[in-house]
């Protein structure tokens, strides 16, 4: 079984300041993590994935996000927020066994403040 | 280079009515995957297809919701008899290979009103 947690279902920051959006999963078999993007009224687009390569992700839009194993973490982190960046944002996992049946958290809203 | 197209982008049923809700998967893929997004909630799988086949439909609701895909047209969501909780954005994501690293390519979604 695998499973997904997103602390904090909404995250405000200002335009310039750091992001950071917690993602903590569980899998009983080596994951591969996904960030994924919505905009309003839109689909998901992929922003970075990690499949047991590099632990450190660099994605679209100046995001990277770190795979620690210790932590069973993959937080998604930019070092300046945009406006444009306001979006939700969701974390999901799967695993060699469970092929491309991807497990989503609950989502996280990021407000950019002006 | 079109990507995985739904339709229609917007339904309104009354209590009752039936739903049908399409997806045409990106040109080469004949992997579907449905999901729903409730009101402030994440996705949930539904349902997995392949051409013809049910691979696995473990987060379909047991009665009212059915799910096809023909070998020929696209992938269909039907929802019989809606209630107001069926009001949900309903994602199709599609991909090219059954096991590969998992990444989905989705569509922009049908949001579903239940009157």
């Known amino acids: 079984a695998q499973s997904v947690t997103q602390l904090g279902s909404h995250v405000s920051v200002s335009e310039g300041a750091l992001v950071l959006l917690r993602c903590n999963y569980s899998?009983?078999?080596?994951?591969?993590l996904f960030w994924y993007v919505q905009y309003p009224n839109q689909g998901l687009q992929l922003l970075l994935k990690?499949?047991?390569?590099?632990?450190l992700v660099k994605g679209i839009n100046g995001f990277e996000a770190e795979f620690k194993k210790s932590e069973t973490s993959f937080h998604l982190t930019k070092p300046s927020a945009h406006m444009s960046d306001a979006a939700e944002y969701f974390c999901?996992?799967?695993?060699?066994?469970?092929?491309?049946?991807?497990?989503f958290g609950g989502g996280t809203r990021l407000m950019v403040k002006p | 280079n079109a990507g995985v197209m739904q339709n229609p982008r917007h339904l309104v049923r009354r209590r009752g009515q039936e739903a049908r809700l399409r997806c045409s998967p990106m040109?080469?893929?004949?992997?579907v995957y449905w999901y729903r997004q409730l009101p402030e909630e994440g996705l949930k799988f539904m349902v997995y297809?392949?051409?013809?086949?049910?691979?696995?439909e473990s987060g379909m609701p047991k009665e009212r919701f059915s799910a096809e895909f023909p070998k020929e047209g696209p992938s269909i969501l039907r929802i019989q008899q809606v209630v107001r909780g069926d009001s949900a954005a309903y994602f199709c994501?599609?991909?090219?290979?059954?096991?590969?690293?998992?990444?989905?390519?989705f569509g922009e979604g049908s949001r579903l009103t239940v009157l």
């Open positions: 994501a599609s991909s090219p290979r059954e096991r590969g690293t998992g990444e989905l390519f």
């Open positions: 899998s009983s078999v080596p994951p591969y």
């Open positions: 990690y499949t047991s390569a590099a632990t």
């Open positions: 999901a996992v799967t695993n060699n066994n469970a092929g491309n049946m991807l497990t």
């Open positions: 040109k080469g893929h004949s992997h």
């Open positions: 297809l392949q051409k013809e086949n049910i691979i696995d």
